[in-house]
């Protein structure tokens, strides 16, 4: 699965096109306008005025056009908009001047008349992953230069560096927060990241789940409770706010408290005063607040189960962590990850994921994210007898592809945004052809109807070795 990150960059990338031929471009523009914002020029010196006044991220140029030079043109890309990746598209070009192109520095050459039209969004996107790759390590290398820690968070999709960027602005500012999530998506994990990137990473980082405490015991837990204030108080005891001073409290599911004891903590992060459960005197604490919840929290304020001034003064600062099925690319990322986690775990040395496991993996939606993943994988890692895991090795609830239907196999892409679910049935599509066709190419590739080239390309891109089906397998 690609990316988050090129994906969001292919349905953003503005390609420029550029032929002396308007069927050229008419074809082009009609191919391409579904996925990437496409503009056109009909000669090069259209296509200088375009660059100057447009953000492109490729240009698609013919290197032969009438009174132009189109190796000139592409010079002339490359040395005032390095930046902009060039595709060199051309039927009438000397191989001299493809070799040329190439040499100096043309991302990709492409022979006119353009008969497969995948093969060559194919290359787009290769380039444009190319691309945010780049970026991508300008960015980490930004943040590790700028000492920000992030080795507990696992995941390089778009959706979460968007959040790792938020993150890194407001860990040094000295604000409440409010991290909103599913269930299992990190959201203590995000809480723990920015207090270690606080200006109280020294002190201490204290943790509560306010939805496994009763209310009475809760109170008594965070603001501290003095000696026979109820039957099991035995003893002065201080709370989480007082062991949490100079440093960070976190609690989580905080939708899961009452009223009564809302207004207490409002005290507290207004006043920065709490009063022991039983005691008379009032308690100075100086504690950084991050709360979360799996909740919608303003839905909770309309139905009267939240107070809207607790909500205000907790929601200054919002993270929203977005689920599995909004960043499906991180999957591959954490499982490998867990998988070298559990396989040390239970002594299971070179274990890997198969092809077809992955394949499960990222097409499910994982109600549970990355706790359900993780979960899932360590139950793999247990059952595997082979050097790969293999279909059978998942929990049941997650390998249900025998007994579903082809409803049940379409449902699992529905929530995927259309290139992505294409992207997800053309792998599985492969996969079956191939392994139905006992990994021999040519027949697939008549079967299918895609050209032999062609196909191959598309394995490649799948990571889909056709060598594995040609002979029984024990890991696949």
């Known amino acids: 699965m690609e990316n988050q990150n090129s994906k969001s960059m292919i349905k953003k990338a503005k390609i420029l096109i550029i032929d002396d031929e308007e069927d050229t471009l008419d074809i082009f523009r009609r191919q391409l306008e579904d996925e990437y914002e496409i503009d056109t020029a009909d000669s090069a010196a259209t296509a200088v005025e375009k660059l100057n006044i447009n953000e492109y991220h490729i240009a698609m140029t013919d290197l032969v056009m009438p009174n132009e030079d189109g190796i000139e043109l592409f010079k002339k890309i490359k040395e005032q908009w390095p930046h902009i990746s060039v595709m060199v598209i051309s039927g009438k070009a000397s191989i001299e001047m493809a070799v040329e192109a190439m040499k100096l520095g043309a991302d990709e050459f492409i022979e006119k008349p353009v008969e497969d039209l995948d093969l060559l969004k194919l290359m787009i996107e290769k380039i444009l992953k190319a691309k945010w790759q780049i970026e991508e390590i300008d960015r980490l290398r930004r943040m590790l230069a700028q000492g920000f820690e992030r080795t507990k968070i696992i995941g390089n999709s778009y959706a979460i560096q968007k959040v790792m960027e938020k993150v890194q602005r407001i860990a040094p500012l000295d604000t409440t927060i409010l991290i909103s999530g599913e269930t299992g998506v990190g959201k203590e994990l995000f809480a723990d990241l920015i207090f270690s990137n606080s200006n109280r990473k020294d002190k201490k980082f204290v943790s509560v789940n306010c939805g496994s405490l009763p209310e009475n015991l809760l109170e008594s837990m965070l603001f501290g409770h003095k000696k026979g204030a109820f039957t099991s108080a035995i003893r002065d005891k201080k709370g989480y706010f007082q062991e949490a001073d100079e440093g960070t409290l976190f609690l989580d599911e905080i939708t899961e408290t009452s009223q ?217």
């Open 260 to 476: 009564a004891f809302q207004v207490k903590l409002l005290r507290a992060l207004e006043k920065g005063i709490i009063r022991w459960v039983g005691g008379d005197k009032d308690i100075e604490v100086n504690v950084r607040i991050i709360t979360a919840t799996n909740k919608d929290l303003e839905e909770e304020v309309r139905k009267g189960n939240f107070r809207e001034d607790l909500y205000y003064r907790l929601n200054v600062i919002n993270i929203h962590i977005p689920p599995l099925r909004e960043r499906v690319e991180d999957i591959i990322l954490l499982a490998n990850t867990f998988v070298k986690e559990f396989a040390k775990k239970y002594s299971k040395a070179d274990l890997k994921i198969s092809e077809p496991v992955m394949s499960i993996l990222t097409t499910k939606a994982w109600k549970g994210n990355v706790r359900e993943l993780r979960n899932s994988i360590e139950h793999a890692v247990a059952m595997a007898t082979h050097k790969k895991i293999i279909p059978e090795d998942l929990p049941s609830h997650v390998y249900q592809q025998k007994k579903s239907t082809g409803n049940k196999s379409l449902e699992n892409i529905l929530h995927l945004p259309y290139p992505q679910a294409k992207e997800t049935f053309e792998k599985s599509y492969l996969e079956q052809l191939i392994k139905s066709c006992k990994g021999d190419v040519t027949k697939a590739a008549t079967i299918s109807g895609i050209k032999r080239q062609n196909i191959y390309e598309k394995f490649k891109r799948y990571s889909i070795d056709p060598a594995k089906y040609r002979v029984p397998s024990d890991s696949s």
